[in-house]
């Protein structure tokens, strides 16, 4: 089984709608991180998330992490059409503290807003 | 705001041969990384580089794959004899004295 797995695999949506993706993971969670990806390009980082029921927002973007369930979710209000891309979550679920540790992708969730 | 960089953008190369994909971390991060992405699939690590030597390694990067820090700002990754399957996006990663992982924009190898 994979050591982070992103749910749902894609997703479309009406331009206006909420939407939320999950990200589970196997192993404890020292730092989760969110990205956005467009096919193909590079990484932009989105969120880190690195306390235990932290919960951060840009602009519409929120992220939480629920360290009790080794979960991030990240939520889309009021989705619009600059928000479609493939979202990925990279957990740092390393031993090592103070930095220095790799992450670990999930498999990420392709976005589509329809108008 | 700093930001990782990474030469060439696109790299086109004949089986067999060797590539220098080449990356400038950001000036004050002490950690650096490699990790690629075939196109379709997940993210994965390659190689952590600290204090010039190899912290961690995974099993993709063999005898094949090297990394440098040749004078203190640049951050290289050598693939000696290219094979189809390298051909993918390359990311490099710095970070600083803690969890944050910077990405540069990558660099697309294509093997022929």
């Known amino acids: 089984s994979q050591e982070l797995e992103q749910s749902p695999q894609s997703l479309i949506v009406q331009e206006g709608k909420n939407l939320t993706i999950n990200c589970t993971s196997s192993k404890t969670l020292y730092g989760l991180y969110w990205y956005k990806q467009k096919y193909g390009e590079g990484l932009i980082f989105l969120m880190m998330l690195q306390k235990g029921g932290e919960e951060k927002s840009h602009e519409k973007i929120t992220a939480k992490l629920d360290e009790k369930k080794q979960q991030s979710s990240l939520h889309i209000t009021a989705s619009q059409p600059s928000h479609a891309g493939i979202y990925l979550c990279?957990?740092?679920?390393?031993?090592?503290?103070?930095?220095?540790?790799?992450?670990?992708f999930g498999t990420g969730t392709q976005l589509k807003v329809e108008l | 705001e700093p930001e990782v960089t990474q030469t060439p953008s696109h790299q086109v190369t004949q089986m067999g041969q060797e590539v220098i994909l080449r990356c400038v971390p950001i000036?004050?991060?002490?950690?650096f990384y490699w990790y690629r992405q075939i196109l379709g699939q997940k993210v994965e690590f390659l190689v952590s580089f600290y204090n010039n030597e190899i912290s961690e390694k995974s099993e993709i990067f063999d005898d094949q794959f090297s990394v440098e820090r040749p004078d203190g700002s640049n951050f290289t990754l050598k693939i000696r004899s290219t094979k189809l399957e390298d051909s993918a996006m390359y990311f490099c990663?710095?970070?600083?004295?803690?969890?944050?992982?910077?990405f540069g924009p990558g660099t697309r190898l294509t093997v022929l």
């Open positions: 990279g957990a740092d679920i390393g031993r090592l503290t103070g930095g220095g540790n790799k992450l670990t």
């Open positions: 000036s004050n991060h002490l950690y």
């Open positions: 990663a710095s970070t600083p004295f803690g969890p944050s992982q910077y």
